[in-house]
């Protein structure tokens, strides 16, 4: 484990703060993205959004729940790679591109069939892919890798996961405390929205009546993720998708990056024990960067995207 130090100003100094800032008070310049819709093993589709350089290496990064290639975090990252001549891809996952799928099934946080797809319309072009998530996708990433394990494409040589929840149940409790309401609320509006629009679509296959049921974001996993996407229930979908049990069977360089003060993460998401005894596997515990934050007041990059290009490049 690295205790690397990241220096933000006083308020920054706040997880919650940290968390909520570059959402409020970030200023971007909007990407001149190149999209290209790719087709699933199911027949769905897939948008991916390119920032291209003409380098024979590309960056895959991984948005978090109910984010998209429009994300801050995303954008910065992005922005700092091709400038350092990467080329990049911006996965949306199903229904984050700002349209409807065509299957009455979304995404979920170990749905690595979607990313292998993304994965296999890149190899022929490059030479070198890297991974990059955040949050949900930090766990898609670090699931991809482990469950691949000595099988993975030679093509693909690191992996940088950011404010990873590793242990889904624990990270899905957790959100759930008072001091989170604000988050879970933004997150259940956004997805009790998509489920309304899938209702109008699929009618009787989704139980519009159990939304009465839904006061947490374990209770939608439990009775709308888990079982639309073929898990039993919320356990079942926790336990097989959380990333923490494929830690140990990483090959490839691996940084996970969770900060001390993230109000997301319980103590089960940090996964010291398996980073200790996964050589190929760096955990990095800044003291503060609450939830994919890691934010700076009047500079263009963020200390998240800095560390992400220069670990990348190594």
């Known amino acids: ?12 100094k706040s997880g919650h703060f ?16 190149k999209r290209t819709r ?19 290496k590309i960056a895959i990064l991984c948005h978090g729940l109910e984010g998209s290639s429009q994300s801050k975090y995303i954008i910065g990252t992005g922005d700092i790679l091709m400038n350092a001549g990467w080329d990049v891809a911006a996965m949306n996952y199903r229904f984050c591109s700002g349209e409807v799928n065509n ?81 879970e609320n933004k997150f259940l509006d956004s997805l009790v929205e998509k489920l309304h629009v899938k209702h109008k679509k699929y009618g009787d296959e989704i139980d519009i009546s159990k939304l009465n049921e839904v006061k947490k974001l374990y209770d939608f996993d439990d009775l709308f993720t888990g079982p639309i996407h073929g898990f039993k229930d919320a356990e079942d979908y926790y336990r ?10 990483i090959k490839i360089p691996a940084l996970i990056i969770n900060a001390e003060d993230d109000p997301f993460l319980p103590e089960e998401c940090y996964p010291f024990k398996e980073a200790e005894q996964n050589k190929n596997v760096s955990l990095v ?17 963020y200390w998240i995207e800095r560390k992400i290009k220069s670990w990348l490049e190594k």
């Open 18 to 33: 940290n968390t909520i800032y570059p959402t409020l008070f970030r200023r971007q310049k909007a990407p001149e993205y």
């Open 240 to 249: 097989q998708c959380s990333s923490k049990q494929f830690i140990n069977d």
């Open 38 to 56: 790719l087709t699933t093993f199911d027949g769905d589709f897939l948008d991916i959004d390119f920032l291209k350089t003409g380098s024979k």
């Open 1 to 12: 484990m690295k205790n690397e130090k990241y220096n933000p100003g006083f308020l920054l």
């Open 103 to 183: 299957k009455l099934r979304m995404y979920h946080s170990g749905a690595t069939e979607d990313l292998q797809v993304v994965i296999n319309a890149l190899y022929d072009e490059y030479e070198e892919i890297c991974l990059v998530g955040f949050s949900l996708g930090g766990n898609l990433c670090l699931k991809y890798c482990g469950e691949n394990g000595n099988q993975i494409s030679s093509k693909i040589s690191r992996v940088v996961a950011v404010s990873v929840p590793v242990d889904l149940k624990a990270g899905s409790i957790n959100i759930g405390k008072p001091s989170n309401f604000i988050y």
């Open 285 to 301: 515990v800044p003291k503060y960067g609450g939830h994919v934050g890691f934010a700076f007041y009047n500079e263009k990059y």
